[in-house]
């Protein structure tokens, strides 16, 4: 002890305060071991290297064999993926002169365990472990580790650069996968610049990962990857809930068909439909398991039917049929909804546009932002499954009053030919005027012999005149893109009563178009609430041009898991099929 202190005032006299504080926690350390453990010997333990350092020189020529070659294609089945992360790999070593990143002349790093350990989580990112070689990868890296304890058995060099690169790589592809998404568009259906934005900052994820393993620690260094969207943590928390509700595997609610679960029923079911509710977070995690419909669980199931756009039903039909079969829905489903959901977050940017218009298909309904405030929004019609509405983004940037239609050729030929065989007075009884394509001068539909046309043999245009049975309905919004669909009125207004609202050719049809009018006009010049209904009763066309400074932003998407303002998951229907084609799993 008097060493100790004699050591100490060295250090005092010189004035190294910071090298005082650093000997004084050492002497405490040595203090404490001779002190209370007298019967054991303090040691350090020394972790013999897996290489020398004169076989450095080596090691860096097999690390640019193996960056150059990426090792083996079969790690990366895409030929995309593996020619962008091989770029990535090759500018990840340069930076590190081709030394080893995680077995630095032999010696295992702490930051390779970190490195295995995060990995091992990707399924909580809406990813795939398997994507990385986890299981692997560790498996080789105790391998290593063990050789480097039993000389009989060493490590080659060839192994351990293996061993690097391939950590360097899943390393990589993670980072990659969480800025981008992992799916890359192989089918015809499917336009990568419709669903997805490149994203320009691919190339500095390299020299991201670079920095930050020498400035952060790994998972900091991997949250800088993750999406901006304001929907990412949410829905990272609700696939995190989903998976321990997989883990948990709750009983299945049993149900009588002829029936349905109302309150003040008593039925054994309800303990499992009480237990199912609370691991989905729709029952309170407190609420009793009792066998009895109370009004807790009445709450509950009415939050269930919300978040899944279940049809209103009266309160003795709340727990139907279709309820429970959703509630015993493996949920398997649920969580790949959850993560394609996510993925599509990465594959275009979050809008931030003063006003902003979103049509969400699955949900059959329009959303009206204002500074990134969601204010309004409505029912729509969508299209049918054979006549989808497509996935893209454009800019509003006209409205027509009392717009007139010309039908689509597929439509006239397809639809439109076998009403006029059956009755050629049906194109004037509903204000179609007939034209040779790309004539001007009317023509009589009685005149023209219909049997002798078809589907692939339809040389005729046809429009139709405004009015109120215009198919268009008194106004229609338009922006511009390749499909030709834009959002307008319609005289059909029964299908917005109904819970599945897929329809139409591909346009998507508003539920209140005067609202709509309202939302895109207000500011521009003397247009209000009275000027829109006093156009919206004239009968003549008006093209309303709108500013480019008042030109609105419009996205037509695909969401079928998203969260509310209130922190509620909402499924919806994979009405397109495109959740299964576009899965993680």
Not at 217 to 223: G, K, P, R
Not at 416 to 440: E, H, M, Q
């Amino acid at each position: 002890m008097q060493k100790i202190v004699i050591l100490l005032q060295q250090f005092i006299d010189q004035n190294k305060l910071l090298t005082a504080f650093v000997g004084l926690f050492a002497c405490f350390f040595l203090f404490t071991q001779l002190s209370f453990q007298p019967r054991q010997r303090f040691t350090l333990q020394v972790f013999t290297p897996l290489y020398h350092t004169s076989q450095v020189p080596k090691m860096t020529a097999l690390l640019i064999t193996y960056t150059d070659s990426l090792i083996s294609p079969r790690y990366f089945t895409d030929t995309t993926r593996r020619n962008a992360l091989a770029k990535q790999l090759l500018k990840f070593y340069q930076y590190h002169n081709f030394r080893p990143v995680w077995l630095p002349a032999g010696w295992v790093l702490p930051k390779t365990d970190s490195l295995l350990n995060t990995l091992r989580t990707a399924d909580t990112e809406g990813l795939r472990t398997q994507d990385y070689w986890t299981d692997s990868l560790r498996k080789a890296y105790f391998r290593l580790t063990l050789q480097a304890q039993t000389p009989q058995e060493p490590a080659t060099l060839q192994k351990i650069a293996k061993l690097d690169v391939l950590l360097s790589a899943s390393l990589l592809s993670f980072a990659l996968h969480s800025r981008c998404g992992r799916i890359t568009f192989a089918k015809e259906k499917y336009k990568f610049e419709q669903w997805q934005t490149p994203q320009q900052l691919q190339d500095s994820v390299a020299l991201q990962v670079f920095q930050g393993l020498y400035r952060q620690n790994l998972q900091q260094t991997l949250a800088a990857f993750q999406p901006t969207h304001p929907q990412w943590k949410p829905l990272q928390k609700a696939l995190w809930r989903y998976l321990q509700f997989a883990k948990k595997q709750p009983p299945v609610v049993t149900f009588d068909a002829d029936s349905a679960y109302a309150m003040a029923d008593s039925s054994a079911a309800l303990v499992a439909m009480k237990q199912r509710l609370q691991l989905l977070g729709d029952l309170p995690s407190q609420t009793p398991l009792t066998a009895v419909f109370d009004s807790t669980l009445y709450r509950a199931v009415l939050r269930f039917r919300f978040r899944h756009a279940l049809p209103d039903a009266p309160p003795q039909k709340l727990a139907n049929k279709e309820m429970i079969e959703l509630l015993n829905e493996n949920p398997a489903e649920a969580i790949n909804k959850i993560k394609i959901n996510m993925e599509r977050l990465k594959w275009k940017p979050y809008y931030t546009a003063n006003k902003l218009l979103v049509v969400n298909i699955p949900d059959f309904r329009v959303y009206f932002y204002e500074n990134q405030r969601m204010v309004s929004s409505m029912r729509v019609v969508v299209g049918k499954k054979t006549t989808p509405t497509p996935i893209f983004t454009d800019t509003m940037q006209y409205v027509i009053f009392n717009p007139t239609w010309s039908v689509p050729s597929s439509i006239a030929s397809k639809e439109f030919l076998p009403k006029i065989r059956r009755n050629p007075a049906y194109l004037a009884r509903n204000g179609y005027v007939l034209r040779a394509k790309g004539g001007t001068t009317p023509l009589n539909p009685t005149q023209i012999n219909w049997y002798g046309l078809s589907e692939n043999n339809f040389p005729y245009s046809i429009t139709q005149k405004p009015s109120e049975g215009n198919a268009l309905g008194k106004i229609k919004f338009i922006f511009p893109n390749k499909a030709q669909v834009y959002l307008h009125d319609t005289p059909e207004k029964k299908f917005f009563s109904r819970n599945k609202r897929a329809y139409s050719h591909g346009c998507i049809r508003v539920e209140c178009p005067a609202e709509v009018a309202n939302y895109v006009l207000t500011g521009i010049k003397d247009w209000n609430k009275e000027k829109i209904a006093k156009e919206l009763s004239q009968k003549s066309i008006n093209y309303v041009v709108l500013p480019k400074e008042k030109q609105i932003l419009v996205v037509i998407s695909y969401q079928t898991a998203w969260v509310d303002a209130a922190q509620h998951l909402h499924l919806r229907q994979d009405v397109y099929g495109h959740d299964k084609d576009q899965q993680i799993e």
